[in-house]
């Protein structure tokens, strides 16, 4: 009887295809457990047997596996450890407790160089790492022998989630005219709900006490019925998705990669078929049926970055949102400790597992150096990128505007002013202001005073901090200027004390005037709501309407935005990029504006600025770019050594800290080189 199953790989193509099916179909008497690696690490002998014993499993579906073909070239031991010594703790664990094992393995175990389907009894002689390692995890469970065990072989496996040549195809296809595929490579795509289908009928059966094969270790072939080249594969994907795009055939010499593939390796499965009586689904059907249902509307997979505050609350939304699911969401913290977290079961520690998942990644980790890294990577994989991270655009953001969409979002003060700035030009308004409102400003605030008012508050001691020394309105204001085509007036913005937005935005408007163009800055003001607002001009034969609109009498007029809701407000931006929307703010290309590092004490050589964002070693300070080309941007500054003494209200320069080394430094440089 197969009544506690355990599935490994939950996060992979089959484990979610399996997933699914049994959610649609519920066993009374069955109970499954699909675990990804952060769950359970099957490497782990000693974390494998607590859930097996815990669970009281008996029977273990293997489909965890590392399939990257290319990468395990570079990477054979961790290839090892997942294909191989994994797969030698479940067969061991198996025999030992009589636990039932299916272990999917790859038509990757053969050469390629027959000319007729593979039979399972056939010899192997793998090409590459990745073969290697699947055939040496077939290895183990042979040698170790477990009481009742099958080995699966398949082939090309893909869905309609997640990375797969199916997706990839499908986006080449929309982006380009023509694209081109190797056609001297030939094999059988599996459609993943066919595969999952055919193992859920294996445990069907041999529940009802029809065991076909002896005990012991059985070997089986399973793929879709048919062959075919990739290119026949990419040609019929285009041709059932209705997409104009020309497929052109190459040899596999002009694709050159990493591994080798096999040049053939279709696979015989008449033992499966007869033993399982399996009736198999020709390939161009199941590939026709699979994107017939991506066709589909279905719940958009949105993914998130950090754990904090905003993260946490735009997680509370999205669950209960009927347009949207949560995909995972990506923590660097220890995932098994976070009971604070509502959506625990979601949390991960792999970026490449959230950039599976998703088709929209929300980035709020409010780190400049992180989101550097995790943005290259998911814009590389043509995923949106929606940020609540002003940090990250004014440090690095405009290196990316140019590689995908990636945007700040509608909630916090930039995204809000931007949405008023695309409100007011709609109705013909001119903006001259670009104000945001603070209440309270104390540039060098004590350790204890922000100890207290985080507590208080429930934010932590960093981002208080940020707040009450100016650093985070300095960001804002200068991702807006850069944004927006505004300028600043003063280093280390104005700073305007007022009580009036008209009053206080009149003299700042006027200022703008003399300079030649629009603004960015600030009101500081213990009276006024928080929120925003633009100070705007209109064509003096508005001035009646505008008058009676209760506007007041021009030139300049106030439209306000009194509140901001961040984590609530994001999902607009979500929807925004999803319907086609576009960029609601970013940096601009060429940014003419940074928030530069200033001392709030003398910083002593050898010491570390472990972070500069809500720190209480420095501050950030609005500079024009051009007027300090070597200033040290404080979203760059972690983990920073002080090589010189740098006196309490002196600007930090490259020359006088070591920052380590990272994409986000680098980029930084790029920029200013470009400038």
């Not at 904090?308 to 699911?325: N, T, V, W």
């Not at 508050?457 to 300095?474: I, Q, R, W």
């Not at 200033?598 to 609005?622: M, Q, Y």
Request: some cysteine; aromatic content about 8%; overall charge negative.
């Amino acid at each position: 009887m197969h009544n506690h199953i355990l599935v490994t790989g939950a996060n992979g193509q089959l484990g979610r295809a399996l997933s699914l099916l049994v959610k649609e179909n519920p066993k009374a008497h069955q109970t499954f457990y699909f675990t990804d690696r952060e769950r359970l690490d099957i490497s782990n002998a000693e974390a494998l047997r607590a859930f097996v014993e815990e669970h009281q499993i008996d029977t273990i579906i293997n489909c965890a596996a590392y399939t990257s073909v290319d990468k395990a070239e570079t990477q054979q031991e961790l290839a090892e450890e997942i294909n191989k010594e994994a797969v030698k703790n479940l067969a061991t664990l198996a025999k030992e407790k009589e636990i039932s094992l299916l272990h999917l393995s790859t038509d990757y175990v053969f050469d390629g160089e027959s000319h007729v389907p593979f039979l399972e009894t056939d010899k192997t002689n793998p090409q590459g790492v990745y073969g290697q390692t699947k055939l040496a995890g077939e290895e183990e469970i042979l040698r170790i022998k477990p009481k009742k065990a099958m080995i699966l072989r398949t082939s090309w496996v893909y869905s309609d989630v997640g990375n797969n040549f199916v997706n990839t195809i499908l986006k080449l296809s929309k982006q380009q005219e023509r694209i081109s595929v190797v056609s001297d490579q030939i094999g059988t795509p599996t459609y993943a709900k066919d595969l999952a289908e055919a193992i859920l009928t294996i445990l069907h059966k041999e529940s009802e006490g029809t065991l076909v094969h002896d005990e012991g270790v059985s070997l089986y072939h399973y793929s879709n019925e048919g062959s075919c080249s990739w290119y026949d594969f990419a040609k019929a994907i285009v041709e059932f998705a209705e997409v104009k795009c020309e497929v052109k055939p190459i040899g596999s010499a002009e694709y050159p990669t990493l591994a080798k593939r096999p040049h053939y390796s279709v696979l015989n499965k008449d033992k499966i078929k007869k033993d399982y009586e399996l009736s198999i689904p020709y390939w161009r059907d199941s590939l026709r049926t699979c994107i017939s249902l991506m066709g589909i509307e279905r719940k958009k997979q949105i993914g998130i970055i950090g754990s904090g505050f905003i993260a946490s609350g735009l997680a509370k939304l999205l669950s209960q949102h009927p347009e949207y699911d949560i995909s995972a969401i990506l923590t660097r913290s220890d995932v098994t400790k976070r009971s604070d977290f509502a959506q625990k079961q979601l949390l991960t520690n792999d970026l490449e597992v959230l950039i599976e998942k998703s088709d929209l990644i929300v980035e709020c980790s409010g780190d400049a150096i992180y989101a550097t890294q995790t943005i290259d990577k998911i814009l590389k994989a043509n995923i949106p990128v929606v940020t609540m991270n002003s940090e990250f655009h004014v440090t690095t953001g405009s290196y990316f505007v140019d590689k995908g969409l990636v945007t700040e979002a509608e909630g916090d003060q930039p995204g809000v002013q931007a949405i008023l700035h695309e409100e007011a030009v709609e109705m013909g308004f001119k903006p001259v202001v670009y104000a945001n409102i603070k209440g309270f400003l104390n540039e060098n605030p004590t350790r204890e005073e922000m100890t207290y008012w985080g507590n208080k508050s429930n934010l932590s001691l960093e981002m208080v901090t940020s707040f009450t020394d100016g650093t985070k309105v300095e960001i804002e204001q200068v991702l807006v200027a850069n944004g927006l085509g505004a300028g600043i007036i003063q280093e280390g913005l104005v700073k305007l004390k007022s009580d009036d937005m008209l009053e206080g935005g009149t003299v700042l408007a006027n200022k703008a005037k003399e300079l030649g163009y629009p603004v960015s800055d600030y009101l500081l003001s213990s009276k006024l709501p928080a929120g925003v607002f633009l100070v705007v001009e209109h064509d003096e034969e508005q001035q009646d309407s505008l008058r009676y609109y209760k506007l007041g009498n021009g030139p300049y007029y106030v439209l306000e935005r009194t509140y901001h809701l961040c984590h609530l407000e994001i999902i607009k931006t979500i929807k925004r990029v999803l319907n086609g929307g576009g960029v609601l703010l970013n940096n601009g290309k060429k940014p003419k504006f940074s928030v530069a590092a200033v001392a709030k004490r003398t910083l002593k050589p050898g010491e570390e600025i472990v972070k500069g964002i809500g720190s209480f070693d420095v501050r950030g300070t609005a500079i024009a770019i051009a007027d300090d080309l070597a200033h040290v941007p404080i979203g760059l500054l972690a983990h920073a050594k002080v090589k010189r003494e740098i006196k309490e209200g002196e600007r930090l320069h490259f020359e006088d800290v070591e920052i380590p080394q990272s994409l986000a430094l680098d980029v930084w440089h790029k920029m200013i080189q470009a400038l």
